[in-house]
């Protein structure tokens, strides 16, 4: 099964954070994860746009941006244009997320939703078609370190049945382990967003760990 490895960067060594750039992108790295939280949908302050656009300059790869913040709709275009490949906004901060959908979709860019643990996906139903990436947070959203949510997986199971009735992928956010990336996969999860978990502040090398992960069936 196809493998999306997203480091999360907001768990990089930020001493030297183009160096950690330049090495995932050799060790694999499909998609470079970026955090934005605001302190009021979040209790947390993520990354700033300074470091957006530094590892925008870094890589060539896919770089997402996953906004963890009140009324995105407002900001999803400047995003765009400083050149997010994939933008993830929560629904649970947006009145009219369709709206801010079509918005994402009409500069180019691929348009994702992140939702919550607690939210449930009878109340982003009619959303379903319209999203490109659907990422499911299995922690609370605006801190790395946390523990797995369990009682998600079975809103996952059920997003897998409902994918082949529309396009999008399933991604998944918050401690995320080797052994629950194969556990997923085989669900049919997608993507991985990695953070302490799997990835950072480990003794192997990103290249080690990330051609384990993608191996590991
Ligand atoms: C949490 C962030 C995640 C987090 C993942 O709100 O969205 O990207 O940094 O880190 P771990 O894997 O440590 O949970
Ligand atoms: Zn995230």
């Known amino acids: 099964m196809n493998k999306l490895i997203c480091p999360s960067m907001m768990c990089a060594d930020f001493s030297q954070l183009k160096e950690e750039v330049q090495q995932l992108d050799q060790a694999g790295t499909d998609i470079f994860h970026i955090d934005f939280m605001d302190?009021?949908?979040?209790?947390?302050?993520?990354?700033?746009?300074?470091?957006?656009?530094?590892?925008?300059?870094?890589?060539?790869?896919?770089?997402?941006?996953?906004?963890?913040?009140?009324?995105?709709?407002?900001?999803?275009?400047?995003?765009?244009?400083?050149?997010?490949?994939?933008?993830?906004?929560?629904?649970?901060?947006?009145?009219?997320?369709?709206?801010?959908?079509?918005?994402?979709?009409?500069?180019?860019?691929?348009?994702?939703?992140?939702?919550?643990?607690?939210?449930?996906?009878?109340?982003?139903?009619?959303?379903?078609?319209?999203?490109?990436?659907?990422?499911?947070?299995?922690?609370?959203?605006?801190?790395?370190?946390?523990?797995?949510?369990?009682?998600?997986?079975?809103?996952?199971?059920?997003?897998?049945?409902?994918?082949n009735q529309h396009h999008y992928e399933i991604m998944v956010d918050g401690a995320i382990s080797s052994e629950r990336i194969r556990n997923l996969s085989q669900k049919g999860v997608t993507g991985f967003v990695l953070g302490t978990s799997a990835l950072f502040g480990k003794e192997q090398s990103y290249q080690e760990i990330i051609t384990q992960l993608k191996g590991g069936n």
């Open 39 to 163: 302190g009021v949908f979040v209790p947390n302050f993520g990354m700033g746009l300074q470091d957006f656009e530094l590892i925008r300059k870094s890589t060539e790869k896919l770089v997402d941006v996953h906004l963890m913040i009140q009324h995105p709709a407002e900001y999803v275009e400047r995003f765009a244009d400083m050149g997010a490949d994939i933008i993830y906004f929560h629904p649970e901060a947006d009145q009219h997320p369709a709206r801010t959908l079509d918005k994402i979709r009409a500069k180019d860019k691929k348009a994702g939703i992140a939702i919550n643990p607690g939210t449930s996906i009878e109340t982003i139903q009619e959303l379903l078609p319209l999203v490109d990436y659907l990422m499911v947070m299995t922690v609370n959203p605006g801190f790395a370190g946390q523990k797995y949510l369990g009682y998600v997986d079975q809103k996952i199971e059920k997003l897998a049945t409902l994918k």
